[in-house]
């Protein structure tokens, strides 16, 4: 039986940057991943200009960059009428008034490079490891058992952070995992490849708004397009094995983004994952930490679901630092308040604009009057995007300023 002090289970994005982070204040850490990487995740492959600006934060942005990214500067939304809107992202302070970006790599190469930048201070990782269940000793978590390539293994950790993603083992045996009680929408995700489809797009994201779904297509590279398409869960229970006809299907009620692919090929099979929302109750109990998308998802219309794991990664990597540094028994309750109330804030605001924004998107009428909206007024449309890319707080949208804008277009 291994010891060591932190076991993180999961090496997606909040995983290895836990990972990285801890071990650069001489934290020991192991890292167990049922995958081996490179490995796929299913995803938008877009990473919103709040996450870059954290990616620079933590000293990553350059590393990424260093893998062939590309640079998006804004969004071009279609809404259910065939209204068009082009946004950017708007200069924030304390930039000097560089435009923000975002970017779109795949998820095989970003994870696996944030993996490799953990192991370059130390941490051991162990991949094809599957997590099974939880030790516990007097009431606390005190390590994991699970499944590797030799065979059953236990490790034993002063601390214990469940990183695992949205079937979080470690958020089920803890009984935190919540399923949402009416959003139920699946994802369809698929890749085409060819120049044409990138020709319309050029360095925008393009969102197109149908009735009671969306689709959205992230310009990868000259030649690759992520296509994702969001739909009722109903929709999918009539398709049962037949992902690629429903894919086919659903794009059709999208002429823009079918026209946008039009001329270029499908690259690999189409996949489905859902239903995407749910929540942990709590994201942290019994010495144990929820970090990333096993602390709860919303929806991936806002593109922020990466910048959550590494803001939490950084929240857990503070929180478990100072825990160390005051007492050796790992994580205190208040700590693991601390940890959760902070964590809350966060996931609230998010699920609430997640939820405002699913208002206006899953009705025609009120998408394509906020469109329409927009379209006359630039700088609140740029604004908007500021918020859902993450630049800036929602609460810039009700201030005086922003309410003016409204009434009185410049
Ligand atoms: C359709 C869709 C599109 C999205 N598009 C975007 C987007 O464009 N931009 C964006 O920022 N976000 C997007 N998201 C959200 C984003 O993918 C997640 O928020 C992000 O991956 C969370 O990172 P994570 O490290 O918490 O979890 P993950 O990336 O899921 O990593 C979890 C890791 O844990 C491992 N694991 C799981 N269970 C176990 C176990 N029992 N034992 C050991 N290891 C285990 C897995 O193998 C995996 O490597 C999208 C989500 C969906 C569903």
Same mark, same amino acid.
């Given at each position: 039986?291994?010891?060591?002090?932190?076991?993180?289970?999961?090496?997606?994005?909040?995983?290895?940057?836990?990972?990285?982070?801890?071990?650069?204040?001489?934290?020991?850490?192991?890292?167990?991943?049922?995958?081996?990487?490179?490995?796929?995740?299913?995803?938008?492959?877009?990473?919103?200009?709040?996450?870059?600006?954290?990616?620079?934060?933590?000293?990553?942005?350059?590393?990424?960059?260093?893998?062939?990214?590309?640079?998006?500067?804004?969004?071009?939304?279609?809404?259910?009428?065939? !209204?068009?809107? !082009?946004?950017?992202?708007?200069?924030?302070?304390?930039?000097?008034?560089?435009?923000?970006?975002?970017?779109?790599?795949?998820?095989?190469? $970003?994870?696996? $490079?944030?993996?490799?930048?953990?192991?370059?201070?130390?941490?051991?990782?162990?991949?094809?490891?599957?997590?099974?269940?939880?030790?516990?000793?007097?009431?606390?978590?005190?390590?994991?058992?699970?499944?590797?390539?030799?065979?059953?293994?236990?490790?034993?950790?002063?601390?214990?952070?469940?990183?695992?993603?949205?079937?979080?083992?470690?958020?089920?045996?803890?009984?935190?995992?919540?399923?949402?009680?009416?959003?139920?929408?699946?994802?369809?995700?698929?890749?085409?490849?060819?120049?044409?489809? =990138?020709?319309?797009?050029?360095?925008?994201?393009?969102?197109?708004?149908?009735?009671?779904?969306?689709?959205?297509?992230?310009?990868?590279?000259?030649?690759?397009? =992520?296509?994702?398409?969001?739909?009722?869960?109903?929709?999918?229970?009539?398709?049962?094995?037949?992902?690629?006809?429903?894919? =086919?299907?659903?794009?059709?009620?999208?002429?823009?983004?079918?026209?946008?692919?039009?001329?270029?090929?499908?690259?690999?099979?189409?996949?489905?994952?859902?239903?995407?929302?749910?929540?942990?109750?709590?994201?942290?109990?019994?010495?144990?930490? $929820?970090?990333?998308?096993?602390?709860?998802?919303?929806?991936?219309?806002?593109?922020?679901?990466?910048?959550?794991?590494?803001?939490?990664?950084?929240?857990?990597?503070?929180?478990?630092?100072?825990?160390?540094?005051?007492?050796?028994?790992?994580?205190?309750? !208040?700590?693991?308040?601390?940890?959760?109330?902070?964590?809350?804030?966060?996931?609230?605001?998010?699920?609430?604009?997640?939820?405002?924004?699913?208002?206006?998107?899953?009705?025609?009428?009120?998408?394509?009057?906020?469109?329409?909206?927009?379209?006359?007024?630039?700088?609140?449309? =740029?604004?908007?995007?500021?918020?859902?890319?993450?630049?800036?707080?929602?609460? !810039?949208?009700?201030?005086?300023?922003?309410?003016?804008?409204?009434?009185?277009?410049?």
């Amino acid at each position: 039986m291994l010891q060591t002090t932190v076991i993180i289970v999961g090496a997606g994005p909040a995983g290895s940057v836990l990972a990285g982070l801890l071990a650069q204040r001489g934290v020991e850490t192991l890292l167990l991943d049922k995958a081996t990487f490179p490995r796929e995740k299913i995803c938008g492959d877009y990473l919103s200009p709040g996450t870059v600006r954290l990616l620079d934060q933590l000293n990553l942005l350059d590393l990424v960059c260093s893998a062939g990214v590309r640079r998006l500067w804004g969004m071009t939304i279609i809404s259910p009428d065939g !209204t068009t809107l !082009t946004a950017e992202f708007p200069a924030i302070t304390g930039t000097n008034g560089a435009p923000p970006f975002a970017l779109s790599i795949p998820r095989a190469i $970003l994870d696996s $490079l944030l993996l490799k930048w953990a192991r370059s201070f130390g941490v051991r990782c162990i991949e094809g490891f599957r997590v099974t269940d939880l030790i516990w000793k007097n009431g606390r978590i005190c390590g994991v058992t699970g499944i590797g390539q030799a065979g059953p293994e236990t490790y034993q950790g002063r601390i214990v952070v469940g990183a695992d993603g949205r079937e979080s083992v470690v958020a089920r045996r803890l009984n935190l995992h919540q399923p949402h009680p009416r959003l139920r929408r699946m994802a369809l995700v698929a890749y085409y490849v060819g120049a044409r489809c =990138n020709v319309p797009l050029r360095d925008h994201g393009l969102i197109c708004i149908g009735d009671r779904s969306y689709c959205i297509l992230n310009p990868i590279g000259e030649r690759l397009t =992520n296509a994702s398409i969001v739909v009722d869960q109903g929709i999918v229970q009539g398709w049962k094995g037949q992902l690629d006809e429903l894919f =086919n299907s659903a794009l059709l009620a999208f002429p823009l983004a079918l026209s946008a692919l039009r001329g270029t090929g499908r690259h690999g099979t189409v996949r489905c994952l859902g239903p995407l929302a749910f929540r942990s109750i709590r994201s942290a109990k019994a010495g144990a930490l $929820l970090i990333g998308d096993a602390a709860g998802f919303y929806d991936p219309f806002t593109g922020e679901g990466v910048g959550h794991a590494l803001y939490s990664a950084k929240l857990a990597a503070h929180a478990i630092a100072s825990a160390l540094a005051e007492c050796d028994g790992g994580l205190t309750e !208040t700590h693991l308040h601390r940890f959760d109330d902070e964590q809350r804030r966060i996931l609230i605001s998010r699920r609430r604009l997640g939820a405002a924004l699913q208002a206006i998107i899953r009705r025609p009428g009120a998408a394509n009057a906020v469109t329409r909206l927009l379209r006359r007024r630039q700088p609140l449309a =740029n604004l908007l995007l500021g918020v859902i890319g993450d630049l800036l707080p929602p609460r !810039t949208l009700f201030s005086a300023h922003t309410l003016m804008g409204i009434l009185h277009p410049r």
